[in-house]
Structure formats: structure tokens, C-alpha cells
């Protein structure tokens, strides 16, 4: 996969091991990244260079759950496709996984009824098949922040000619009163509120169920999917169970955003006709 990517022919490659670490543990991340890469040097013979390395080996240590991976670029893409951030801006990278999770395929109307800056929306004409992309917000500012990441995204000639064919909105909405019609939206992605930067716990305990009703109506009838990312798993669970008669619950992985422990959330939509 690596030589497939960076089209290398190296016989004694240069290497570097680094390590993240999210939890508790009785070592720290310099130890993981100088034991494995001593033994990477024995086993293999490879070259450390911390600083000009052609491969950087990755250790991803999050509590219990260990995973070891090797990069595939050089920087990380975690800023791409943005330019004007908000307060709580999603992660590219991020919002390419929770699309991903949703099996997203040529047709589709993608939505994310609370877009923040635009991340999911940008990713979703970038990465996926979508040929529908509709975002809404409250903040009229954030939706300023999402065109200026548009008009951006377009800026280069070449997306712009192979976009050209997708359909693109965004709109100042109230997320518990959107105004698009029942069962006609395939995949809905989101980042919740937290509760932390933006709202509170007591304001997610009302706005939560506000969009699961909404979510509920709008999403296709046995084949809409929904990903949503949040802390406040709380509020998100008591939603789902007011909820649960339109919506099977899919799988629920935890993530990292910046230190808070969040979970993402992945859903189908039942046969169940809302009213």
C-alpha cells in the first residue's frame, strides 16, 4: 500500500515511530515509540531518521485498544478543504469517516441539518458520491463561514469541472422545524452539540428530541442511515429511545475530539411510516 501511494523503490528504507495515547497507563508515549522502534531496527534493519524518515510507523493507544498503522502522507489532512473556522469545527478527516459509515451511494441526498462551517458538507462533495448536498444552520455567521469554504472547495479548476453535475445548498433553518418533505433525504450526518462550547446539557435535553423528530420524518422510509457524532451521549441515547419505533440502532464507536471523550452513533431507519 505504501510503495503503491509514494511510487518508491527504497531496498533500506528510513523510518520513525510515534505514538498518541488517550487514558490512563503506567507508561508514557516516548517508551512506545523507542521500544517498537528498537525492535523494528532488529528485526528489520531499517533506518531511523526522526526527522527525514520515508515511513512513519504510528502507534494509536486509546485506553485498552491498541492499533498500529503506518502513515500515508506526510501531513495531516485533518485542515483540508477549510478555510474559515468556527468555534468547534469537525474534522475533515472526521467527517469523511462518519460519511464512510453510511454507505453512501450515487444519488444520494446528503444533510446535515446542523452544519456548523460546513466540514461534513464540504467532505460529502469531495469525497463521496453524492450528487445532493443540503446543509442548514441557525447561525447566520456559521453560514457565512460554510460558503466561504465552498466557494474555496470550487476555487480549484479542476473540482469545479468534475462538481459541476452535484447540487449544493445551505440554508439559515431551525433544526427541530426542517423544511424539507417526509422521507426525502437518504443519509443525514451530524455533529451534535456537546454542551461544552456550544449550548449545555439542559439545552441538549430539549434540542435533542427536537431533531430525532425531525430526523425521523425527513429520513427515507427503510433505507435512510444516519451518523451522529456527540459527548453528550445522554441526551443522544434518551432521544433514540423516545424515538426508537423509526430508527434501528447501528455501530457506536468512541473518538477523541480534543481531548473529549465522544461517541459516534450509527443508525437506520426502520419501515415504520412517521406521523
Known sequence: ???????????????????????????????VASSFGGEINDHCGWIVDLNNFDIEVMFLINDQDVRICITLT??????????????????????????????????????????????????????????VVIGGEIDYRLILKTLDNYKSFLEDAEIAREKKWAHFDIFNWDACHIPLKNSSVD??????????????????????????????????????????LTKDKR????????????WKRGPTMSINIGGLSACVYVLYRTATTFS
Not at 235 to 246: C, D, E, G, R, V
Open 1 to 31: 500500500m505504501w510503495r503503491t501511494i509514494h511510487d518508491k523503490n527504497i531496498d533500506i528504507p528510513k523510518y520513525r515511530v510515534s505514538c498518541k495515547r488517550s487514558g490512563t497507563h503506567s507508561f508514557e508515549s516516548p517508551q
Open 74 to 131: 506526510k501531513e495531516s489532512l485533518h485542515r483540508r478543504n477549510i478555510v474559515n473556522f468556527g468555534r468547534t469545527t469537525l474534522k475533515p478527516t472526521i467527517a469523511y469517516g462518519m460519511l464512510w459509515h453510511c454507505k453512501i451511494q450515487p444519488g444520494d441526498v446528503v444533510c446535515d441539518p446542523l452544519c456548523g462551517s460546513g466540514s461534513i458538507l464540504i467532505e460529502a462533495l469531495a469525497s463521496m458520491n453524492s450528487s
Open 187 to 228: 443519509v443525514i450526518v451530524s455533529d451534535l452539540p456537546f454542551g461544552k462550547r456550544v449550548g449545555s446539557h439542559t439545552s441538549n435535553m430539549k434540542l435533542y428530541p427536537g431533531v430525532f423528530n425531525e430526523l425521523s420524518r425527513i429520513a427515507q422510509v427503510s433505507s435512510g442511515r444516519a451518523c451522529l
Open 235 to 246: 441526551s443522544l441515547i434518551k432521544s433514540m429511545n423516545m424515538f426508537k419505533a423509526y
